[in-house]
């Protein structure tokens, strides 16, 4: 019974071309194609109408969806041709390889023996740690087409293989395509040269011989092999290799791995790259254009081109595409190929189009040459409820998988956008990496700015947490609480909370709230309850915008700022340097939140915690100026006692490393205040003039980490005033004359500003 071996490139456009031919001819009964076992369910629908490559069947391990390989299959895939053929004439198809459970066993089994190695060096025997321990040199390897390249004149074995078994399709010579496969392959294996994965290519090729047996003895009289042409040669030798393959497949370890494989939408540029049988491709855009444009493709390629540039309003006539044809023609012609290849009508498009830019080349391969395409698979196919649940989401809100990026504006008055926001948030939650949040000038809280870029790789995600609920909002709040479990950090319910809220699951955020009310009431850490207070102010701002009753939050937050006020000025004595700047973040932190809540009571309490502070001894210098500061801010401070604790603090009797300490927490976040305050000025000033050099040099490093944390137009301005010295005049009264102020035309502007503020 005849066995043919088809040896192909995986994603070969020439392959494909010849295995469409050679599988007319030889009208088999029976296809194997390259690929784990487990996946020849999933080939039956190739052909399917909603299956449009590319695509992806994805394996993974069910008990641990991380565990996965994908198998990507583009429109002139060898493999996906073959498979087309044989559903299309209803012939029976099977992948032939070594099985994806036991490749996944294998694996596991190098890791527990690594991680035996280095936790019990002692108890494992010398040679086997030593295998285990070194990495594998590949320094010695090549690739073994690049000795056929050598000879034949060629710079790469990818450019010998691309000459002669790609690019040159001749129709009708689809055998003696692939009996030169067959001898060039085969001359290589009589030589012995090692592939890069030298000991797999053993287990995978003795159990592809050993699926061509059972093929035999179910009596098919002709099977056809489409292969990778480096598994070629030695798929013929089925008699004389079934003991010496016998012995190898019991050497394979035994496994109870359970895989299961579905199809899932994938895109050219992850076609570029390696997939999981190690096969990628650098122009997939371009692999595309050849198969679907057998005549003029050079012509119409260049159409393409002219098109692209056009859109980006590149003024692109007819005459550069002639010329263009001309010049990738003639290089074509003087290096001895019959057409032109991607390489010569690139160098045309530099020289004609692009007029030497190189840049303009980049817009040419990121649309054309990879392309944008993403696949599409049938909403009926195998899928866990996490996925169908997700699926039919983004369905319904109108937000498609795509390959480019896209930014959403959403506006959370908007019936569709809220639901789309708090679809994301609870991904998010999920840790589903589809989308990703980016600033939104409008600082109003209706605004949300989102950028989704789809990755084939999110999808082992959704299934990874399948497992925790059958839709994502169950998910997203089973996640919630699972986090919460054995959690006695109140700042870290808070930002579960934070989550929570605009994420909509509202079943479980009164026990969130019920839990940090707890935890907040027994805690006697004030950073804690410091890191806590911020987000829970941040989340009781939703309460208008997503028609939340936060009642139960407000008194929280309310009981949190007392609880603050009263233990900070003792959490802040005898602090060293490290904490006292973890504590200085801090307190900046709540003076924001503080501002937000725009509550009379609330800023009495804290600005009165500060006044304590700032009186109380033992407080390192750092948050001493940071109070000051921040009580100067507030107008809490006179500028006469400020003067006061500025005279003070810049002593030349105080220890120079405290007056350093308290000008960076007076002066940190903006240098604005030396500029236009002069008296502050010329206080600092004065200061540095008195300390001596030996003293100025020991506090340079400190005083340069302050100032260099402005913005470079302060630190610029700040330089230009140095050199005026002293500031005699003082320029920052402002004239208390208020006639020229028209109060009832400043009114009129007050509700087009809060529009435009979000407020």
Known sequence: MPITILGIRHHG?????????????????????????????????VGHSDLKPPVSVMIYNTENPKQSSFYPFAEYSPEWVAAVYANKNQIPLRAMDLPAAIGFQIDNDKKDAIKNVLENPETVEEKEAEFISEPINFVGYRDPMS???????????????????????????????????????????????????????????????????????????????????????????LDKSAKTDTKILKALPKTKIKVLATWIPWTNQRLSTQSGYGAGIDSPGWFEHIWKTPKEYDLRWLTKVAKVFRKKNVDISTAHVIESVRLAESL?????????????????????????????????????????????????????????DFERTIKGLRLPLTANAKQYDLDLRNDNDLRR?????????????????????????????????????????????AFVGNTVEIAAQQTIVNQLDNENSVGKVAKLIQ??????????????LSKVN????????????????????????????????LSMM??????????ISIGLPNACYGLDEANAENMFTKIGQVNEAVRLTDSAETDSIWLECLRKLLEKSGINQLIVGCTCRLLLDAQYLSEEATNQQLSYSLSVNNEPADVAAWIEGFLKGSGMILIYDNKLWNLIYRWVEQIGEEVFMELLPILRRTFSKFEYAERRQIGEKAKEGIITQDYSKVSDNQD????????????????????
């Open 499 to 512: 989550k929570t809220i605009p994420a909509e699951l509202f079943e479980i955020i009164d026990v969130l």
């Open 332 to 388: 074509a012609a003087l290096r001895a190929f019959p057409k032109p290849s991607l390489e010569e009508l690139n160098e045309a498009v530099l020289a004609v189009m692009c007029m030497g830019d190189g840049i303009m080349l980049n817009l040419v391969r990121e649309q054309l040459i990879i392309g944008k395409r993403l696949g599409k698979v049938p909403a009926d196919i195998p899928k866990v409820p996490l996925q169908e």
């Open 554 to 563: 407000q008194g929280i937050v309310d009981s949190l700022i007392i609880r």
């Open 421 to 465: 926001s708090i679809f994301l948030h609870r991904l998010e939650i999920l840790e589903i990496r589809w989308a990703r949040r980016v600033g939104n000038k409008n600082k109003g809280t209706f605004k949300e700015s989102w950028v989704l870029e789809w990755e084939p790789e999110m999808m082992i995600s959704l299934i990874d947490k």
């Open 147 to 237: 000795y056929l390249a050598e000879v034949a004149g060629f710079k790469s074995g990818e450019a010998f293989w691309e000459h002669h078994f790609e690019k040159n399709y001749l129709q009708n010579s689809s055998s003696d395509h692939f009996e030169g496969v067959l001898l060039a392959m085969g001359s290589l294996r009589e030589e012995k040269i090692p592939s890069s994965l030298e000991e797999e290519n053993v287990y995978r090729e003795a159990y592809m011989r050993e699926i061509i047996r059972k093929a035999q003895n179910e009596l098919y009289q002709n099977i056809v092999v489409v292969c990778g042409a480096w598994h070629a040669p030695v798929l013929e030798e």
């Open 518 to 549: 707890e935890l907040a009431t027994i805690s006697a850490d004030i950073l804690d309850l410091m890191i806590a207070y911020p987000p829970l102010v941040q989340v009781s701002r939703y309460g208008n915008v997503r028609k939340t009753d």
């Open 740 to 759: 020229n102020i028209d109060s009832e035309r400043g009114e009129k502007a007050l509700p087009v500003l809060r529009i435009l503020m979000g407020i």
């Open 13 to 45: 456009v020439g392959s494909a071309k010849n295995v469409a031919e050679r599988l007319e001819q030889i009208q088999p009964d029976l296809i194997l194609v390259e690929g784990p076992p487990e996946i020849s369910e999933a080939l039956a629908l």
